[in-house]
Structures are given as C-alpha cells and as structure tokens.
C-alpha cells in the first residue's frame, strides 16, 4: 500500500458499473495486450486457469460485479471497491470478510511502464485469476484474520511474509520455476526479471526468513522466494504464524540486500 496517491478512485452506479472514459479502456487494453503473452510463458497453471475462468474483457476495463460472480461460485471471494489508500486495518478487515480490496483507478499513459501504487490494472489481472484458487483463496483469507488480530508492530512482518508469497512470490512446477505473485504478473519488465535476471536471488521459501527480509517497493526485487508447490499455500496457512512473527521479532531482521533511500534534500 503507498502512503500517497495522485490517484483517486472512480465510483461505480447503482448497479455496481464504473463508467470508464475511451482513454482508460484503451489503457487498460494496451496493458492487457502487452502482459498476456509475458504472463503465458511464465505464470504458474493456476494462475493462468483462474484467467480463463474469468475472462476478463481485453478491450475494456472489466466490471466488478462480473469478477465477483466468477469469484463467489469458486471459492466464496469477492472484490471490494476501495480508495486508492487504505489502512492496514481496513485491507486486512476485507481479506478476513473474504473481500479482495481493488483500487478503482488506472494508470495514466504517462505512468503506463511503471507505477508505484496498485492500480486496477494490478489488482485485477495481478490478483484475480488466483482467488479462483481454493488453495491461494485459503490462504489469503487465513492471512487476512491474522493481520485483523495482530499488533501495529506485527503488522509490518506479516507485510513481509504477503510481500514474498502474495505479491512477489515464486513456485516450483515441475521442476521449472514459475510465477505466481500478482506485483509480478502485472508487470512486463519484473514477469522478465523475475524468472532470467542474473543478479536476482532466488531461494525457497521458509516463512520464517520471508518475515525477517526487508524490502522496497520502488525497485525490482533483489530476493524472491519459491514455494516448493503450488499446494504449499495449505501448510503455509496450517503454521503457527503468528509464532514466526515473535520468532522474527527476536532474531532481528536481515540486512538489505539493496541500497537505503536516497533524502532528497529540502
Ligand atoms: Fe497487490
């Protein structure tokens, strides 16, 4: 979640319809259009299932209610229409009633490679297609009560652990590694980087390191985690994570495997 935005969130009619201009069904058609082919080649089969099964529109932006429909039948989820900013309080809220958050903005052509907060475009094509998961489903709204419950201070690691599995994370497909977090898949330049950079890290996933990483969210990411199978998602929701967390907060976090921010001077 950014801590601002130069984007505001359009509302929908009663009957749930946001009305897009010509311009941003356009954009969103181009970005769908760029990241098909990307995503085709490199996202995990339950990613790529969940996109047929929602079908989502290439030429406009799609409809909530129409993902939600497809979302209910398979694992009871829906989206949520936010703002483009929440707190942490009201997205975990939303994960444990089931409800994806989506900011109902898109990117404008000057922001069309690269943008910094979660658009629909992200939210949507990143997100969506795995919430048809039972699997990813589960876990999500299992992270979603724990966040709920946890301290201001517990929050931040359990960020950690969303970051490298939801947003970020990696799995082993038969022994190819493939992509199955939505920061990625709604990215041309990261799906590329994720999978063939030479200087990226990549390692499997133990819960306990994903809690104690730091992270940015304005670069590509120099660490990703692989889970060892999709179905991993089911142990991962099982532990004690809220055990880890306290076990995290002991040992201290790791050191950065990128460069501090840089103050701009006032
Ligand atoms: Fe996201």
Redesign the pocket.
């Known amino acids: 979640m950014a801590k601002s935005s130069q984007y505001q969130s359009k509302s929908s009619d009663q009957n749930g319809v946001i009305h897009w201009t010509n311009e941003e069904n356009a954009i969103w058609s181009a970005l769908y259009e760029r990241q098909l082919p990307l995503v085709e080649a490199r996202a995990c089969k339950e990613y790529m299932d969940g996109l047929a099964l929602l079908d989502l529109s290439k030429d406009k932006v799609p409809q909530l209610p129409d993902i939600d429909k497809v979302l209910l039948a398979q694992t009871g989820w829906k989206t949520a229409e936010v703002p483009a900013l929440i707190s942490f309080g009201e997205f975990f809220q939303l994960l444990a009633n089931k409800e994806f958050p989506v900011a109902t903005f898109i990117r404008r052509q000057q922001d069309f490679d690269y943008l910094q907060e979660?658009d629909i475009f992200?939210?949507v094509f990143?997100?969506c297609p795995l919430l048809t998961n039972p699997a990813f489903a589960h876990f999500t709204h299992v992270y979603g009560k724990l966040g709920l419950n946890a301290s201001p201070e517990d929050r931040v690691y359990l960020a950690r652990l969303y970051w490298f599995t939801?947003?970020f994370g990696l799995v082993k497909v038969a022994g190819e590694t493939k992509i199955y977090g939505?920061?990625i898949l709604?990215s041309p330049g990261e799906t590329k980087y994720a999978l063939d950079s030479k200087e990226a890290q990549r390692e499997p996933l133990e819960p306990l390191n994903a809690l104690r990483t730091p992270y940015r969210i304005d670069i590509m990411q120099p660490l990703y985690y692989i889970l060892p199978e999709f179905n991993y998602l089911y142990e991962l929701a099982e532990m004690d994570i809220m055990a880890l967390v306290k076990e995290a907060k002991s040992l201290g976090l790791f050191d950065p495997l990128f460069p501090p921010k840089i103050k701009q001077a006032v």
């Open positions: 979660p992200h939210e990143g997100h939801v947003e939505g920061g709604s």
